[in-house]
C-alpha cells in the first residue's frame, strides 16, 4: 500500500509537520489534479512535488531551467534515499543512457529535465514509453514573455498538457502578480489548476530605501556599520559596476566576490562556491545571480541600481534571511537611476506594448521608492496581500515628512516648458536645477537662460531638494524622459492639472544625508 503524504515527509524528509498549504497541494496532485503554486523562495516548493513524486506509481518528471543545480538537487534526493536522476546537455552520452533505461525499467522517482531537452523527440518518445506520475515545472514564471526571466522553450511546454491529459502537472514560482499567475495558467494550459498563492510576507527582512549621492561609499558604511563580517548580495545594473564595486569593496576590507554572465563558466561557478561555503562573502552581481541559490544566512541584500520592476526587487531581496532571523533590504537610488531607466526603455527592441509594459513596471517601483506609508505594504499590495503597517520598514520606523510641493512643482514644471521651447537641445536635469538656482554657469550663459522668468526662482531649495523634487515628478508621471532626445525632460499630460493650480502635490521631504562615515575609504 502506499504510504501517506505525512509518512513521506517524516520517513524520507525527516520532518514533522507540513508548512503552510504544502499539504493541499500534494493531496491535490496526489489525487490526480493540476496545481499552480506562487509561494515565496524558501517557502518550500519542491516537496510540492517530491512528496506525490513518491506516493503516486511512476517517475516525476521536473521541468527546470537550472542545469547547474540539478546535480546538487539530485545529490540531496540521493542522500536521503530517493531514487533521482536528471538529462542535461552536461552529461556524456552513456550516462543519458543509463538514466534513460532507469527511467523505462520504472526504477526512478524523479527525473530532472531541462526545458530544451524535453522538449526533443527523443525525450518526448522516451517519455511516451515509461509510466509519468507527474509534470512540475518549476521556475513557472520563465513563460512570461515579459518578465527578465523569459525562456522561450518555456512557452513549447503546453504540449505536456495534450500529449499526458491524464497526469497531473503542477507550475511553481516565487513571482506573484496576479498578471504573471493569469499568464502562467494560460500559456502552460493550466486552466483547470487550483492555485495556492502563500503569503509573500517575509516579516523578518527590513526594507530600506535611501537617496544616492555617493553610492559606494554609502553602501561601505552600511556593510560597516551594520553587516560587518556577514553575507550579503550586492545588486547592480551592469557587468562594469559589479567589478569596479567589488574591486571598491575588497580595498577596503571587504570579502567582496564578482559575479556577472561576462565571466567564464568555471569562474563564476567559483564565485559562487565560495558564497555558499566560506563565512561572510558579499557577493557583487547582476540579476544572473541568484535563481536557485540557496543559501539561508545572507544577512543583506543591497541594490546600488534601482531594479526595474517591484517583482524583480521583490525576488531579489527574498533572498536575505532565508533561516528566518533578521536581515536587511538596502536600496539606494537617485535621479539619474530614472533618467538611464527610462532611456533605456525607449531604447530598447521590441514593440511598443513591451516598452509601455516596461514603463508601467518602472513606474511601479518607483512608486514603492516614493512611498510616503509602510514600504511593505505598498510591496505586498502589489502582489495582491493587505496588511497593517508592519513596524519593521524605514518608514515605519521613521517616518517622512510631507510637504506641500505645488508651487516647487510648477516652478520646474514651467522651466521645462521653457526649456522644450528650444528643443533640438539637449537640456539634462542638472542644467534645469541651474537654472532654478539662478547659476550663472557657461551652459546657462551661452543660451540666455539667465533671462528666463524662472532663473532664479527656485533660491529657496537647495540643489539635493530639487532632485527631490524632480524624482517624484518622475515618480508621479508629471514629467517624463523624451524617448528621442538624450535625457530631455519633458512634460506629460498630467503636469497641465499642476500647473493650472488644480492639484496639489504632497511630496516626500528630503532626509538630510548623513555624510560617509568616519571609516577611512579608498577609492
Ligand atoms: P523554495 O524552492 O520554495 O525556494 P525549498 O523547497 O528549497 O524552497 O525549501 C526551502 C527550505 O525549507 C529547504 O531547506 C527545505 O528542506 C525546507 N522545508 C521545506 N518544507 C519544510 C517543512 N515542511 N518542514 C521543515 N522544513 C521544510
Ligand atoms: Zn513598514
Same mark, same amino acid.
Given at each position: 500500500?502506499?504510504q501517506?503524504a505525512l509518512e513521506v515527509l517524516q520517513e524520507v524528509f525527516g520532518y514533522?509537520?507540513?508548512?503552510?498549504?504544502?499539504?493541499?497541494?500534494?493531496?491535490?496532485?496526489?489525487?490526480?489534479?493540476?496545481?499552480?503554486?506562487?509561494?515565496?523562495?524558501?517557502?518550500?516548493?519542491?516537496l510540492?512535488?517530491q512528496i506525490?513524486a513518491l506516493v503516486?506509481?511512476?517517475?516525476?518528471?521536473?521541468?527546470?531551467?537550472?542545469?547547474?543545480?540539478?546535480?546538487?538537487?539530485?545529490?540531496?534526493l540521493?542522500e536521503l534515499g530517493v531514487n533521482a536522476?536528471?538529462?542535461?546537455?552536461?552529461?556524456?552520452?552513456?550516462?543519458?543512457?543509463?538514466?534513460?533505461?532507469?527511467?523505462?525499467?520504472?526504477?526512478?522517482d524523479l527525473?530532472?529535465?531541462?526545458?530544451?531537452?524535453?522538449?526533443?523527440?527523443?525525450?518526448?518518445?522516451?517519455?511516451?514509453?515509461?509510466?509519468?506520475?507527474?509534470?512540475?515545472?518549476?521556475?513557472?514564471?520563465?513563460?512570461?514573455?515579459?518578465?527578465?526571466?523569459?525562456?522561450?522553450?518555456?512557452?513549447?511546454?503546453?504540449?505536456?498538457?495534450? %500529449?499526458?491529459?491524464?497526469?497531473?502537472?503542477?507550475?511553481?514560482?516565487?513571482?506573484?502578480?496576479?498578471?504573471?499567475?493569469?499568464?502562467?495558467?494560460?500559456?502552460?494550459?493550466?486552466?483547470?489548476?487550483?492555485?495556492?498563492?502563500?503569503?509573500?510576507?517575509?516579516?523578518?527582512?527590513?526594507?530600506?530605501?535611501?537617496?544616492?549621492?555617493?553610492?559606494?561609499?554609502?553602501?561601505?558604511?552600511?556593510?560597516?556599520?551594520?553587516?560587518?563580517?556577514?553575507?550579503?548580495?550586492?545588486?547592480?545594473?551592469?557587468?562594469?559596476?559589479?567589478?569596479?564595486?567589488?574591486?571598491?569593496?575588497?580595498?577596503?576590507?571587504?570579502?567582496?566576490?564578482?559575479?556577472?554572465?561576462?565571466?567564464?563558466?568555471?569562474?563564476?561557478?567559483?564565485?559562487?562556491?565560495?558564497?555558499?561555503?566560506?563565512?561572510?562573502?558579499?557577493?557583487?552581481?547582476?540579476?544572473?545571480?541568484?535563481?536557485?541559490?540557496?543559501?539561508?544566512?545572507?544577512?543583506?541584500?543591497?541594490?546600488?541600481?534601482?531594479?526595474?520592476?517591484?517583482?524583480?526587487?521583490?525576488?531579489?531581496?527574498?533572498?536575505?534571511?532565508?533561516?528566518?532571523?533578521?536581515?536587511?533590504?538596502?536600496?539606494?537610488?537617485?535621479?539619474?537611476?530614472?533618467?538611464?531607466?527610462?532611456?533605456?526603455?525607449?531604447?530598447?527592441?521590441?514593440?511598443?506594448?513591451?516598452?509601455?509594459?516596461?514603463?508601467?513596471?518602472?513606474?511601479?517601483?518607483?512608486?514603492?521608492?516614493?512611498?510616503?506609508?509602510? %514600504?511593505?505594504? %505598498?510591496?505586498?499590495?502589489?502582489?495582491?496581500?493587505?496588511?497593517?503597517?508592519?513596524?519593521?520598514?524605514?518608514?515605519?520606523?521613521?517616518?517622512?515628512?510631507?510637504?506641500?510641493?505645488?508651487?516647487?512643482?510648477?516652478?520646474?514644471?514651467?522651466?521645462?516648458?521653457?526649456?522644450? %521651447?528650444?528643443?533640438?537641445?539637449?537640456?539634462?536635469?542638472?542644467?534645469?536645477?541651474?537654472?532654478?538656482?539662478?547659476?550663472?554657469?557657461?551652459?546657462?550663459?551661452?543660451?540666455?537662460?539667465?533671462?528666463?522668468?524662472?532663473?532664479?526662482?527656485?533660491?529657496?531649495?537647495?540643489?539635493?531638494?530639487?532632485?527631490?523634487?524632480?524624482?517624484?515628478?518622475?515618480?508621479?508621471?508629471?514629467?517624463?524622459?523624451?524617448?528621442?532626445?538624450?535625457?530631455?525632460?519633458?512634460?506629460?499630460?498630467?503636469?497641465?492639472?499642476?500647473?493650472?493650480?488644480?492639484?496639489?502635490?504632497?511630496?516626500?521631504?528630503?532626509?538630510?544625508?548623513?555624510?560617509?562615515?568616519?571609516?577611512?575609504?579608498?577609492?
Open positions: 500500500m502506499a501517506s514533522d509537520s507540513f508548512r503552510g498549504s504544502q499539504h493541499e497541494i500534494i493531496e491535490t496532485l496526489i489525487q490526480g489534479g493540476d496545481a499552480l503554486v506562487l509561494m515565496p523562495t524558501g517557502g518550500g516548493k519542491s510540492c512535488y506525490p503516486r506509481p511512476g517517475t516525476g518528471v521536473v521541468v527546470s531551467p537550472l542545469i547547474a543545480l540539478m546535480q546538487d538537487q539530485v545529490d540531496a540521493t536522476a536528471y538529462l542535461n546537455s552536461t552529461q556524456d552520452w552513456q550516462t543519458a543512457r543509463e538514466v534513460e533505461r532507469e527511467f523505462l525499467t520504472g526504477q526512478l527525473l530532472y529535465v531541462a526545458p530544451e531537452r524535453l522538449l526533443t523527440d527523443r525525450c518526448l518518445d522516451l517519455l511516451a514509453r515509461g509510466q509519468i506520475s507527474l509534470f512540475a515545472i518549476d521556475e513557472a514564471h520563465c513563460v512570461s514573455q515579459w518578465g527578465h526571466d523569459f525562456r522561450p522553450e518555456y512557452l513549447g511546454l503546453d504540449l505536456l498538457a495534450q %500529449r499526458w491529459p491524464g497526469v497531473p502537472r503542477v507550475a511553481l514560482t516565487a513571482t506573484a502578480t496576479q498578471l504573471t499567475r493569469v499568464e502562467i495558467a494560460q500559456r502552460l494550459k493550466l486552466e483547470q489548476a487550483r492555485h495556492f498563492v502563500a503569503s509573500f510576507d517575509r516579516p523578518n527582512i527590513c526594507y530600506r530605501i535611501i537617496e544616492k549621492n555617493e553610492v559606494r561609499k554609502q553602501l561601505l558604511s552600511f556593510i560597516q556599520e551594520e553587516h560587518a563580517g556577514d553575507a550579503g548580495i550586492v545588486y547592480c545594473l551592469s557587468r562594469s559596476r559589479v567589478e569596479d564595486t567589488a574591486e571598491f569593496l575588497c580595498k577596503n576590507g571587504i570579502h567582496a566576490l564578482p559575479y556577472h554572465a561576462g565571466l567564464d563558466a568555471q569562474q563564476r561557478a567559483i564565485n559562487q562556491a565560495r558564497f555558499l561555503r566560506e563565512e561572510g562573502v558579499v557577493m557583487v552581481a547582476t540579476i544572473a545571480f541568484g535563481m536557485g541559490v540557496n543559501k539561508p544566512d545572507v544577512r543583506f541584500v543591497a541594490h546600488i541600481d534601482l531594479p526595474k520592476s517591484v517583482e524583480g526587487y521583490y525576488q531579489e531581496t527574498g533572498r536575505a534571511g532565508r533561516d528566518g532571523e533578521a536581515a536587511t533590504a538596502w536600496l539606494a537610488y537617485g535621479l539619474q537611476d530614472v533618467v538611464q531607466l527610462h532611456r533605456m526603455i525607449n531604447q530598447s527592441q521590441g514593440d511598443a506594448a513591451h516598452r509601455r509594459q516596461q514603463g508601467q513596471a518602472l513606474d511601479a517601483m518607483l512608486g514603492l521608492c516614493e512611498t510616503i506609508s509602510c %514600504r511593505r505594504q %505598498r510591496l505586498l499590495a502589489y502582489f495582491d496581500q493587505h496588511i497593517e503597517p508592519c513596524g519593521n520598514c524605514d518608514t515605519c520606523l521613521e517616518a517622512p515628512q510631507a510637504w506641500d510641493g505645488t508651487v516647487a512643482a510648477q516652478k520646474m514644471l514651467s522651466t521645462i516648458y521653457r526649456l522644450w %521651447r528650444e528643443r533640438g537641445q539637449r537640456f539634462g536635469a542638472g542644467h534645469l536645477i541651474d537654472i532654478l538656482l539662478g547659476k550663472l554657469t557657461d551652459r546657462v550663459k551661452e543660451h540666455e537662460h539667465d533671462k528666463l522668468t524662472v532663473f532664479g526662482v527656485g533660491k529657496d531649495l537647495t540643489d539635493q531638494a530639487w532632485r527631490g523634487v524632480l524624482r517624484q515628478l518622475l515618480a508621479h508621471s508629471l514629467v517624463t524622459v523624451d524617448p528621442e532626445g538624450y535625457g530631455t525632460l519633458l512634460l506629460t499630460e498630467a503636469s497641465r492639472e499642476v500647473l493650472k493650480g488644480e492639484r496639489t502635490l504632497m511630496l516626500r521631504r528630503e532626509t538630510v544625508t548623513r555624510g560617509p562615515a568616519a571609516h577611512r575609504v579608498k577609492g
